[in-house]
Nanobody
Framework: QVQLVETGGGLVQAGESLRLSCGTS????????MAWFRQAPGKEREFVAG????????VYADSVKARFTVFRDNSKKTVHLQMNSLKPEDTAVYYC???????????????????WGQGTQVTVSS
């Protein structure tokens, strides 16, 4: 079973930044498509950002485009989400997700992913 672990969540004020990180011990991490999802209480899990196995392709939700950046380091088996200009609407539990897919594509629906982290809380005050 592949385990993913997220870190970096916290409480910040609107306009500030946070960087989330996700790591795994999987020996084939470099073959994974990776993504970040978030879920607020009472709401559906929503796609935030995703990145292909090589890092050559990235996809962002319209709500975070130009503010968030997803990147990965396959040598360290980590993926990160740099979040700038945070807004109260960004408050949610953020999850790291992955699946085997060695192609220059990024899926945006949570049902396409099979490996998940435990989540990390991000709270943005106004």
């Amino acid at each position: 079973q592949v385990q993913l672990v997220e870190t970096g969540g916290g409480l910040v004020q609107a306009g500030e930044s946070l960087r989330l990180s996700c790591g795994t011990s999987s020996q084939i991490f470099s073959r994974y498509m990776m993504a970040w999802f978030r879920q607020a209480p009472g709401k559906e899990r929503e796609f935030v950002a995703g990145i292909s196995w090589s890092g050559g392709s990235t996809v962002y939700a319209d709500s975070v485009k130009a503010r968030f950046t997803v990147f990965r380091d396959n040598s360290k088996k980590t993926v990160h989400l740099q979040m700038n200009s945070l807004k109260p609407e960004d408050t949610a539990v953020y999850y790291c997700a992955g699946r085997l897919y060695k192609s220059a594509e990024v899926f945006t629906t949570h049902r396409e992913y099979v490996y998940w982290g435990q989540g990390t809380q991000v709270t943005v005050s106004s």
